[in-house]
Nanobody, 128 residues
Framework: QVQLVESGGGLVQAGDSLRLSCVAS????????MAWFRQAPGKEREFVAG????????DYASSVKGRFTVSRDNAENTVYLQMNSLKPEDTAVYYCATDKKPYGTYQAELRDKEYACWGRGTQVTVSS
């Protein structure tokens, strides 16, 4: 199973920006769709953003669309989440995850894929 390590979280003020990184192990990183999820205290984990194996297509939760940008650098086995105009409601532990099957092997929207491998998460806290 792929090992994922998130980094880049921190404490910021509303309106600030952060860039999260997720570094994956393995030689087949580029063939899997990836996604970012987040979980706030007392709430269920929710989809934030997803990206195809090639990086050509992305999807976002409505709450972050226009503010967050997901990208990937397959040469570095890394997925990024650029977060701009942060709001207090963005406060959560952010996790990256990889689809359990190679991209293209089954049909599903990025937010609906069967993500199976998860990182340990990185805390993002946005103050008012």
């Amino acid at each position: 199973q792929v090992q994922l390590v998130e980094s880049g979280g921190g404490l910021v003020q509303a309106g600030d920006s952060l860039r999260l990184s997720c570094v994956a192990s393995g030689r087949t990183f580029h063939i899997y769709a990836m996604a970012w999820f987040r979980q706030a205290p007392g709430k269920e984990r929710e989809f934030v953003a997803g990206i195809t194996g090639s990086g050509r297509s992305t999807d976002y939760a409505s709450s972050v669309k226009g503010r967050f940008t997901v990208s990937r650098d397959n040469a570095e086995n890394t997925v990024y989440l650029q977060m701009n105009s942060l709001k207090p409601e963005d406060t959560a532990v952010y996790y990256c995850a990889t689809d359990k099957k190679p991209y293209g092997t089954y049909q599903a929207e990025l937010r609906d894929k069967e993500y199976a491998c998860w990182g340990r998460g990185t805390q993002v806290t946005v103050s008012s």
